[in-house]
């Protein structure tokens, strides 16, 4: 299993003073010599965090895999193919939302997606879709011609009992094998830290896993190579 870091958090402390540090680019760098295998960041249409600077920088830069989250917006998808990721991840953006709060309705905007994703292959970059697990929007995922999808974990990660979570945890798990079934590359993400993380880090057909702000928050304590580093054994 592959472990990628989101640096948008770092972005957000920055952007806290509105200054220049800290720098996500230069983040990203410690992320990767401490065993991060892809770096990913949120573009976001408000900026809030993550700006077009640090997407053009991260591009030249970042030497393992550069995953850039999205909504599929006209202004996006063009800042998209001019940096040419090697992977493009599609979510569902609200303004209003502190983070993204649950999957992408890939049924319910079918024919858009669809021509999303053509665009994005014509240019010869990857195509994930963070959904929630749910059979029928995975289905839709691969007949959209998708990738690889991503499966929003939020719920499992916020669960109140050991029960829920068990319960959540095996849907986790139906979805990714039902994604590798249909011939997709299944990643997880959303809300996974280091108490968490390991029984989805144990179903063999998720592939990666994102994570960022855990770690983040972790590297306020111990420094960001041993956050990414800790992280990484866990993951193993």
Do not use: W
């Amino acid at each position: 299993m592959r472990l990628a870091i989101n640096i948008d958090h770092v972005a957000t402390l920055r952007e806290a003073r509105g200054g220049v540090e800290p720098d996500p680019v230069t983040a990203a760098g410690i992320c990767e010599l401490a065993g991060a295998e892809g770096i990913v960041c949120h573009l976001r249409e408000d900026r809030r965090h993550i700006n077009d600077r640090d997407v053009r920088l991260l591009r030249e830069t970042v030497k393992t895999k550069l995953d850039l989250e999205m909504a599929a917006t006209d202004e996006i998808i063009a800042i998209a193919i001019e940096t040419l990721p090697e992977m493009v991840t599609l979510v569902p953006e609200k303004r209003q939302e502190l983070t993204t709060e649950g999957g992408l309705d890939v049924r319910g905007h079918r024919n858009h997606l669809q021509d999303v994703v053509r665009e994005f292959h014509k240019h010869e970059i990857a195509v994930s879709l963070f959904i929630d697990p749910v059979a029928e929007q995975i289905e839709a995922a691969r007949a959209i011609g998708a990738d690889m999808i991503e499966i929003h974990t939020g719920e499992y990660a916020n669960a109140r009992s050991e029960k829920e979570q068990v319960s959540l945890l095996a849907t986790i798990r139906a979805a990714a094998q039902r994604g590798v079934q249909l011939g997709l590359g299944v990643n997880a993400g959303h809300g996974l830290n280091y108490v968490n993380i390991a029984p989805v880090a144990a179903i063999p057909e998720i592939q990666e896993v994102s994570i960022g702000h855990a770690v983040i928050a972790r590297a306020v304590f111990v420094g960001l190579d041993r956050a990414v580093r800790e992280m990484r054994e866990l993951v193993r």
